[in-house]
C-alpha cells in the first residue's frame, strides 16, 4: 500500500471515527493497566464486568493488594487465566508502591518490567493513559495490516515497526484504537464484513465477501 492510499485509509477511519478510544473501562492509568492485563485472553465485556465490582473496592495498589489473592480472585474468576493474573497483579501492586512511589511509570522499560505486562499492554497504557503515539498490535491489528496490506508482516514487532514508520503522525495516536475497532467489528477473523467495509477499495484482501 503506497503513502497516498494508507493516508486515505487513515482519514475514512478518523471521519467515521473522530475520537476514537478504549473499549475498556477505566478512570486512571492504574485502573487501565490493571484492565489491559486482565484482557490478555479475554474479552473487554468480561473485563468491564470484572471491574465494575473490582475498581469500587480496589482503584489503588494499595487497595488491591489489601485484597489479597483470595479476595481480587472472586472478583476476577470469570476471567480467563484469573489466578495467574491475580498473582501477577499483586505483584505488580508492590513493585509501583516500592520502586514507583504507587505511581504507573510513564517509560516503557518500566512498564515491560512489571509481572504480566508485555510490550503490547505497555504501549496500551503508554498510548490511552500517557498520550503517547505508540501503536500496540494484538490479534486484530495484526489481521487488518496484513490483510489491507497497510503494514504487512510476519510478527507482531515487525508490523507495530511497519506502522509506526508508515503512519504519519497527524494519525499515529489514534491508529491503535481505529485498527482494533476494525478489526473487532469489521475486518473479523472468520466471517470480515466486507460488504460494509469503509476501506474495500483500498484493501488488497483478495477473497472481499460479497
Known sequence: MNAARRRELYARLRAA???PTTELHYKTP????????????ATDKSVNLATATLFPLADTPEKLLSLGEAGLSEHIRRIGLYKTKAKNLLATCQILLDQHGGEVPR???ALEALPGVGRKTANVVLNTAFGEPTIAVDTHIFRVANRTGLAPGKTVL??????LRNTSAEFRHDAHHWLILH???VCKARKPDCAACILRDLCDYRDKSL
Not at 31 to 36: D, K
Not at 158 to 163: A, I, T
Open 17 to 19: 471515527n473522530p475520537a
Open 30 to 41: 492504574f485502573e487501565l493497566l490493571v484492565a489491559v492485563v486482565l484482557s490478555a485472553q
Open 107 to 109: 517509560r516503557r522499560e
Open 158 to 163: 515487525e508490523v507495530e515497526r511497519k506502522l
Open 183 to 185: 478489526g473487532r467489528y
